[in-house]
C-alpha cells in the first residue's frame, strides 16, 4: 500500500513540475508488436507479470497494396516470469546457448528534473519499488 501512494504522490508531483521518472520496462506481445511497459504499471499474477490497464493488440493489416499496422483491441497483456533465452556465445557470437532468465520483482526507480533539449535532467531522488499483487 506504501508503493501505491508512494507512487501515486510521485506521478502528481511529475505532472506538476515536470519530473522524468525513469523506470526500467518489461516486454510484451501485443498481437503483431512488441509493447513496452514500465514496471510502475505491472502487477503480479502467480508466476505472471501483467499490466495493470489493458493496453493496445495489433495486427498486420492490407489497405489496398500497402501493408500497415492496426490496433484491432485492448486487453490486459500478462508474460512468464520466468523464460529462457537465447544469447550469442564464444569469443565470436556464432555459437549460442540457452539461458534462464526470472524477472525482478524490486526495483530502483530514478528520478530526474525533466530534460529539455539538449539539457540532460538533473537527479532528483531515488526510491525502492516493488511490484504488487493483482487485486
Not at 506481445?29 to 513496452?36: D, Q
Not at 499490466?51 to 485492448?74: Q, S
Amino acid at each position: 500500500m506504501k508503493s501505491i501512494i508512494a507512487l501515486s504522490s510521485l506521478v502528481i508531483a511529475a505532472n506538476a513540475f515536470a519530473l522524468d521518472v525513469r523506470a526500467p520496462k518489461v516486454f510484451f506481445k501485443a498481437g503483431a508488436v512488441t509493447t513496452a511497459v514500465s514496471v510502475l504499471e505491472l502487477c503480479v499474477n502467480g508466476d505472471e507479470l501483467q499490466t495493470l490497464n489493458e493496453k493496445p493488440v495489433f495486427k498486420h493489416v492490407k489497405v489496398g497494396k500497402e501493408h500497415d499496422i492496426a490496433v484491432v483491441g485492448y486487453e490486459v497483456l500478462s508474460t512468464a516470469r520466468t523464460f529462457e533465452k537465447t544469447i550469442p556465445a564464444g569469443k565470436d557470437g556464432r555459437n549460442e546457448k540457452v539461458i534462464t532468465v526470472t524477472l525482478p520483482l524490486d526495483y530502483s526507480i530514478e528520478v530526474y528534473s525533466d530534460s529539455r533539449g539538449d539539457r540532460e535532467g538533473t537527479f532528483v531522488r531515488s526510491f525502492d519499488f516493488s511490484i504488487p499483487a493483482c487485486n
